[in-house]
């Protein structure tokens, strides 16, 4: 028994990645696609990350997050340039040759920091990343593949981790271009009760923009309210049978539907506000069908998104 014991504590530092004198978590900041992809079935990349990456990372000893973990926190955009700037590691899943995960890619590396690189076997590797080291899996997500993509990964995260503390070269654009590193400004931190002030002063000078630019139009505020109303209960009716449900398969008639109101720039923050959160959080995940099915423009997407998860996050604190 008593060499049982020691050989376990002898290979246990090999397993995961071995802390400072006090123990720090390690944070591992996940880059991938999110939604569906051309030549993928739908939600692949989800079983990827429950069955792959998020496994690797538990046995590597880091703690996996992505960017839609726990969205109604903050604003998407701004909570992932932090994750992007600030996590001890990161990991990249380069399949389907995504244009937002090579953009969060390019963040990353621009400040030199630990990233893992993998991909799938069908996914052609991109010219720019040639000269950096990968780690390839199976997009079967077959059991033994599965199973060797896990130790395989779970190895090159501590590999990378582990590199990067002795000051070693990893995937580094830095080393390769002889370019300097981009730096982080220094940051201003404001109090939760400016923060929620200055949210309340944006939304009022919205709602009043809006209807100046409606009375210009030719239209009247009653008229405005009568909308509102209208698009609020439409909305709620369109979304109550999909609160519990994924929006990936919603009717397109009822996207169209909840793309006109969201395209109706003097009434749609009126309505989204006026919702109760389980259906603001509903309004939310929508707009990944919207985009996808080019229903609503980048701004119109981002502008929303921004909005209802600040409002989310002031109700929270109210």
């Known amino acids: 028994m008593s060499k049982q014991k020691e ?3 002898a290979i246990e ?8 004198e006090v123990s720090v978590p390690i944070r591992c900041f996940v880059i991938m696609p999110f939604s569906s992809s051309e030549g993928y079935e739908r939600d692949h990349f989800t079983r990827v990350y429950n069955h792959i990456i998020k496994p690797a990372c538990e046995k590597a000893g880091v703690i996996p997050e992505r960017t839609d973990d726990g969205f ?26 995504n244009a937002n995960v090579f953009y969060e890619l390019g963040v990353r590396q621009s400040f030199d920091l630990p990233v893992c690189l993998i991909k799938d076997e069908k996914s052609r590797r991109m010219f720019d ?4 080291a990968s780690i390839e899996y199976h997009s079967s997500l077959r059991y033994d ?27 580094s654009i830095k080393h ?9 400004p220094e940051q201003v931190v404001i109090s939760e009760d ?21 009375l210009s139009n030719g239209g009247s505020i009653n008229e405005t309210n009568e909308k509102f109303l209208r698009d609020r209960d439409e909305l709620i009716q369109i979304l109550n049978p999909w609160l519990e449900r994924s929006k990936e398969s919603m009717p397109t008639n009822d996207l169209r539907a909840i793309a006109k109101i969201f ?26 069908p919207l985009i996808k099915h080019n229903l609503i423009t980048q701004n119109t997407y981002l502008d929303i998104k921004g909005s209802m998860i600040s409002h989310l996050e002031i109700r929270m604190r109210q």
Do not use: H
């Open 176 to 184: 390769f271009l002889e370019m300097k590193v981009a730096q982080k």
């Open 7 to 9: 050989t376990n504590e």
């Open 129 to 132: 990343v040639q000269g950096f």
């Open 13 to 20: 530092p090999e397993s995961k990645l071995e802390t400072q």
């Open 72 to 97: 109604e926190s903050g604003f998407i955009p701004t909570k992932m340039l932090k994750m992007l700037t600030e996590y001890e590691l990161a990991i990249c899943d380069m399949s389907a040759v």
């Open 263 to 288: 395209n109706n720039s003097s009434t749609v923050y009126s309505v989204l506000r006026s919702l109760p959160s389980n259906y603001i959080s509903s309004a939310i995940w929508v707009l990944e």
């Open 145 to 171: 593949y599965v199973i060797d993509a896990v130790d395989k990964i779970a190895r090159g995260l501590r590999e990378t981790y582990e590199k990067q503390q002795r000051g070693e070269i990893v995937n």
């Open 194 to 214: 400016t923060a929620y002030l200055i949210e309340e002063i944006r939304v009022l000078k919205s709602t009043i923009d809006r209807q100046i630019l409606n």
